[in-house]
């Protein structure tokens, strides 16, 4: 805990607002005692003020510093004075000054100090906050480093194109890279194509897929091993001194993991309503382009299906049905289900469909005759608009938006009948041929493939949520997993094209390596990067009732026969989610905990009487999101009411019950937790928000 902290004043930041002596002498009353430094700083912002705070660290021995000025997203630069001291920022300016409002309207005004005072209420709530932030200084802790000696070897899992393109990028990096392939050879689906769409401008032409060549380089790189007809047997340990055990015999020791698994085509029979299987020239995308590598195209008039209406069931979208509470229990009993049985592939075919689009555009350039393109909806990526105008022009494609309702047999070979044409009325076209999509089946629909050995089993959670995609957050961190270590590219995270494979493929390959280094450092990945603390528990008072190795959203926790909690500080990922869900409050961070917390909590100066305002409101807001968005509102110009405190959480899944009771105890009207908006597209960064 901090015995002597230095505390500041930003003016550039806060503004001409304030009677600054009276702030320090304020502040010096009521924190003197641990506080040998309080100033106010006309540019603290700057090289000139850190070099100010660092000269008052050497000279006064401080091991805490609280900044009030600007929300600590920005500036940070300026702030930082090594792991040895710990730095809290207090945000007076947005989310004080510029969002002060009055009962009556008034807004926080420039002052002159020799003729005017400061809005009383305006000064409360500055010394409340500096209050808070000075109190979490005060009982914060500067963590130690638990680091690993990191293992620099990214296990690389599928040798297809996103897989080979991860490969060469951890290489290129200085990292050795392995390749399990579960084939007998390299190049996955790519390599089973007879062009692609175009990989670089001027987004006119398909191309070769150039899979040869990067096949020929992976072999070529002397970092790069591969392992054919191999699969991952177990993977146990944790980032950066995994433990990987090989269907072949062998045991590897590697840093982190890359899964470009890839997808399968999905079960064909879905597509029966159209025709396949019971009408010869019915084929899929992936039949057609077998058969234009193959020379064997020879229909002169080709239809091809966007629009799956017809092969849907009725209550695809349809919302799930009410589920009885003794089965949702027992659903939450079950919900680490790791072989995805029942799988609905036919959900597939619109999950691809913008793949589907891209696909059609350029397999109807192969027919030597007359393409028809019927679509509901055409979705192409922009970069590839100017493909889709190509397309448009060739004298050889035509497109029509329209729900095809039937595909039968016809005296010249093929009869496509849709409604709701651009027409107007239902059109008939005859042709030879039909080609109808492919849905994307993820290879981890079927099969753990990482084998986890961890508490949790062996794949990722909730694999049904996506469908069979390997869990990630699309939104914020596409391609991390809940498995810290473990990231994901390619079509076995979503239908992609090879051009967003390639890219899906280095941002993986930097996250794998930046865990390595995290790990080999002490310190935390996405999103917290660079925290050093953990979760340090005191088993004295614990219970074993397991809360927090079932809470925690990311397997860090594995526990003993007796249910202790047994950390993995690299699988961690400093949510807190354990710390919140914890009835006893044995677990804490250095910098984040309950007692602390508690403590800020009890900064906020509630007054006797209900005739001075309010009412009195603590919120609780996710630093994530929220914070942020508060900041965003504020700098929009819009106002809260002066009788809120807003306290930054690391993640709403760290909130303990017992700052509610605190903040109630404490005289609070009420709080409010802002975080994450709960739903299908829920992205909460820690995933229990």
């Excluded at 979705?379 to 190509?390: A, D, L």
Aim: glycine share 8%; net charge negative.
């Amino acid at each position: 805990m901090a015995e002597k902290i230095g505390i500041y004043f930003d003016e550039s930041s806060v503004g001409p607002y304030f009677d600054y002596e009276a702030l320090v002498e304020s502040v010096e009353n009521k924190w003197g005692e641990v506080a040998p430094v309080v100033k106010t700083v006309q540019n603290l912002a700057s090289e000139e003020g850190k070099a100010l705070i660092q000269a008052d660290i050497d000279a006064e021995g401080l091991e805490a510093v609280v900044i009030g000025g600007a929300t600590p997203r920005v500036h940070w630069e300026y702030f930082d004075f090594g792991s040895d001291i710990f730095v809290e920022r207090v945000n007076l300016r947005e989310q004080c000054v510029m969002s002060y409002q009055a009962e009556d309207g008034t807004v926080a005004e420039p002052i002159d100090p020799e003729e005017d005072y400061p809005i009383e209420q305006l000064v409360e709530i500055v010394l409340d906050y500096m209050s808070m932030g000075v109190a979490r200084a005060k009982n914060a802790t500067v963590p130690e480093a638990q680091s690993v000696e990191a293992v620099k070897t990214v296990l690389v899992i599928g040798g297809g194109w996103a897989g080979l393109s991860a490969a060469l990028d951890v290489a290129a990096a200085g990292y050795d890279a392995v390749i399990l392939e579960k084939t007998g050879e390299l190049g996955g689906k790519a390599a089973a194509m007879f062009k692609t769409i175009p990989l670089a401008p001027p987004y006119e032409e398909a191309t070769d897929t150039g899979i040869e060549n990067k096949i020929a380089a992976v072999e070529a790189d002397d970092k790069i091993t591969v392992k054919l007809s191999t699969t991952l047997k177990t993977l146990t340990g944790a980032p950066g001194v995994y433990s990987a055990a090989l269907s072949n015999g062998e045991t590897l020791d590697v840093g982190s993991v890359i899964l470009a698994a890839g997808w399968e085509p999905q079960e064909t029979s879905v597509l029966a309503p159209l025709g396949y299987g019971t009408l010869e020239g019915v084929v899929t995308t992936a039949e057609f382009e077998k058969m234009a590598k193959d020379g064997q195209l020879n229909g002169q008039k080709v239809a091809f299906v966007l629009d799956t209406t017809a092969c849907e069931p009725e209550d695809l979208y349809a919302a799930p049905e009410p589920v009885e509470e003794e089965e949702e229990k027992k659903d939450e009993e079950e919900e680490d289900t790791y072989v995805h049985e029942d799988l609905e592939s036919e959900r597939h075919l619109p999950y691809a469909k913008s793949v589907n689009t891209m696909v059609a555009l350029k397999q109807a350039n192969y027919v030597d005759g007359v393409s028809y393109i019927f679509y509901d909806h055409m979705i192409v990526p922009g970069i590839q608009e100017r493909y889709y105008k190509t397309a448009q022009d060739a004298p050889g494609v035509m497109l029509t938006k329209g729900n095809v309702t039937s595909v039968a047999k016809s005296e010249g070979g093929l009869l496509v009948t849709a409604e709701n044409t651009l027409f107007g009325a239902p059109i008939e076209v005859e042709v030879d041929m039909v080609v109808l999509p492919t849905g994307m089946v993820p290879a981890t629909a079927k099969d753990p493939i990482l084998n986890f050995e961890y508490r949790q089993g062996p794949n990722f959670p909730d694999l049904e949520l996506f469908d069979g995609f390997a869990d990630s957050n699309y939104i914020c961190f596409p391609y991390e997993t809940r498995r810290t270590g473990v990231y994901a590219a390619g079509s076995v995270r979503q239908p992609m094209l090879m051009d967003a494979a390639e890219e899906d493929a280095s941002g993986a390959a930097l996250k794998a390596i930046q865990c390595i280094e995290s790990s080999n450092r002490g310190v935390a990945v996405h999103p917290r990067s660079g925290d050093l603390s953990f979760p340090d528990f005191n088993f004295v008072r614990c219970t074993q009732c397991k809360r927090c190795t079932e809470e925690c959203p990311f397997g860090a926790l594995d526990d003993d026969e007796k249910g202790t909690p047994m950390p993995n500080p690299t699988r961690c990922r400093r949510c807190g989610t354990c710390m919140g869900a914890c009835p006893e409050r044995v677990i804490t961070f250095a910098t984040y905990g309950i007692g602390m917390l508690s403590e800020v909590i009890r900064q906020y100066n509630v007054p006797d009487s209900i005739e001075e305002g309010g009412p009195r409101i603590l919120i609780l807001a996710c630093e994530n999101d929220a914070y942020p968005a508060l900041d965003m509102a504020a700098k929009r110009g819009h106002k809260w009411s002066p009788y809120v405190r807003i306290m930054p959480v690391r993640c709403l899944g760290s909130v303990n019950t017992i700052w509610i009771k605190d903040a109630l105890a404490q005289g609070l009207d009420g709080v409010i937790l802002i975080g994450c908006k709960h739903g299908d597209d829920y992205q909460c960064h820690f995933v229990k928000g």
